[in-house]
């Protein structure tokens, strides 16, 4: 057996007015956890698709099991052992897992064409490997949870015999327990000699599970590893070039009068009795396990969803919100948890999708400012660091959190009084992080209230002048940053149901 599994040299991969992998080697071992991390628009997603076939690189090599190949679609790569589990699941929901398992593998399966029992019994077999026995092959895929259908995804891969099998961010729409069960799999997966490449920029993750890790900046490769040899400073130093000394630059606004009074909000199965004011100048986090009905009073707020009964106040004013665009006219801004859903036109450039949720402040009559959304959008890209080879790019061609940095920008361009950002740095990298509390303290010393639901203690910590901590559609505790509850074991107390004194 070769030494690697996988082996990449001297790959460079361009596309126009971007090198997005330069002279790029890795070297993957059977039966290892390889962490791959870099900053948003490293190339680490692009060197994926070199790996699976979906981009052909212009220059280097590839190996499999010491054995060069050369991918020309993603067949070749699948048949040569290499699969991949993407962040956005390729699941089809109204079908059983078993169909979902054998996608597009039916006609040539050597079991002939429709072998019905054979496959059940081969998709049980892999997702028991996997721990997951208890998911019955025949059941629809998509009343399963997020975290078990990314099983069925990885059965699948387990079932083509994959000896590399690559993960993409495969933790950032999970909660708390399915990330453990995730990384259980993982393991086991190890331990049967199957090598995995797990991509993550939390780097908590990747200390946990990883056994060596690779840095990639600006498409080149920074540095390879032990896990055992490296520490946060280390990768951090590998990914921005630079220590960061404190990852939450706190700074504090004024506190000002109440912008948004909850009362009793009640909306069956989700919310119940849900009260609480948020005002101006404060960062009032939402904290809780996911599932804890933090996002759905965020949406009843916004008028996305209906409420059975509770009161809303803006400014002192009860209101009777029924749809997200009477919200906006409020002054209310919405940065959703599901960007690709609600945020952008990836088809349109970097400039439009920056611009389009205010497009009032850039008329001058019955035309367009085009030089006040040029000066704009410069101004977002580089105040968030947006990493675009111009604001006329379309978005679609952005790396992933990239895009979700023209989606912060988008919403802080909004004249809103109210900003409610839920998860606001999911998928960025430690680096960009600053750069969007930032923004966040610009907008409380402007006076703004801001609503921020966030999963990541660290940040809640970091970021908040008050928690509101919930659980099972109600509120748990509230906890001011000067209060001695304010830190990660009470927070996580309250979150699990415990009473904090
Ligand atoms: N199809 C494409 N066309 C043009 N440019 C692209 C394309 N795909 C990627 N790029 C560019 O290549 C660079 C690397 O992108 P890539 O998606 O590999 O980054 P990443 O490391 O996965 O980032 P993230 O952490 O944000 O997901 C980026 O500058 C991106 O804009
Ligand atoms: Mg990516």
């Known amino acids: 057996m070769a030494e690697y599994v996988v082996e990449l040299k001297h790959v460079t991969k361009k596309f126009p007015g971007v090198v997005a992998m330069r002279d790029m080697h890795i070297q993957i071992k059977p039966g290892e956890i390889h962490g791959l991390v870099g900053e948003n628009g490293a190339g680490k997603s692009t060197l994926i698709k070199v790996l699976t076939g979906i981009h052909i690189p212009e220059e280097g090599e590839i190996y499999v099991d010491g054995a060069r190949v050369n991918f020309r679609n993603p067949v070749q790569a699948m048949e040569a052992g290499i699969a991949c589990v993407y962040q956005e699941l390729n699941i089809v929901p109204m079908l059983p897992v078993v169909d979902n398992v054998f996608m597009g593998r039916r006609p040539t399966n050597r079991f002939g064409l429709l072998d019905y029992p054979q496959m059940h019994r081969i998709a049980h077999e892999a997702l028991s490997t996997l721990g997951h026995a208890e998911i019955n092959t025949k059941m629809e895929c998509g009343k399963l949870g997020i975290g078990l259908q990314q099983m069925v995804e990885i059965a699948k891969a387990v079932t083509q015999d994959a000896r590399l099998i690559i993960m993409d961010e495969p933790t950032s729409s999970l909660g708390e327990q399915e990330v453990k069960h995730l990384m259980d799999t993982v393991r086991r997966l190890r331990d049967r000699g199957i090598a995995i490449l797990f991509v993550s920029h939390k780097l908590d993750e990747l200390f946990e599970l990883c056994d060596r890790v690779t840095v990639m900046r600006d498409g080149e490769h920074v540095l390879t590893d032990d896990i055992t040899n490296l520490d946060e400073d280390k990768l951090i130093q590998g990914m921005v070039g630079r ?9 504090f606004g004024v506190k000002g009068s109440c912008y948004l009074k909850a009362v009793g909000l009640n909306q069956a199965g989700v919310l119940r009795d849900v009260s609480f004011e948020a005002y101006s100048g404060e960062v009032l986090a939402f904290a809780g396990l996911v599932g804890a009905g933090r996002t ?52 349109l450039p970097v400039r439009q999708n920056l611009t389009m949720a205010n497009m009032k402040k850039y008329r001058r009559g019955p035309l367009l400012n085009h030089h006040h959304i040029r000066q704009v959008s410069e101004d977002n890209v580089r105040t968030l660091r947006i990493k675009t080879p111009s604001i006329n790019e379309v978005v679609v061609q952005l790396s992933g959190g990239n895009q979700q940095k023209v989606v ?86 309250a979150a699990w149901g415990g009473e904090i004194a």
């Open 243 to 251: 220590s960061l000394d404190n990852q939450y630059p706190k700074e």
């Open 408 to 493: 912060i920008g988008k919403w802080t361009n909004c004249d809103a009084d109210i900003f409610i950002f839920d998860e606001p740095t999911r998928g960025i990298d430690v680096g960009a992080k600053i750069e969007v509390y930032n923004v966040m303290n610009r907008l409380v010393k402007e006076g703004k209230c801001l609503i921020m639901v966030s999963s990541e203690l660290p940040e809640v910590l970091g970021m908040a002048d008050r928690v509101i901590v919930m659980r099972e559609g109600r509120v748990m505790a509230e906890i001011a940053r000067d209060s001695d509850h304010f830190n990660q074991h009470d927070i996580m107390k």
């Open 296 to 347: 759905e009073t965020m949406r009843a707020v916004f008028g996305a969803d209906k409420l059975d009964s509770g009161d809303l106040y803006i400014k002192g004013e009860k209101v009777n919100i029924k749809n997200p665009g009477e919200a906006i006219r409020r002054g209310i801004a919405f940065l959703t948890e599901d960007r690709k859903g609600q945020g952008l036109v990836l088809s």
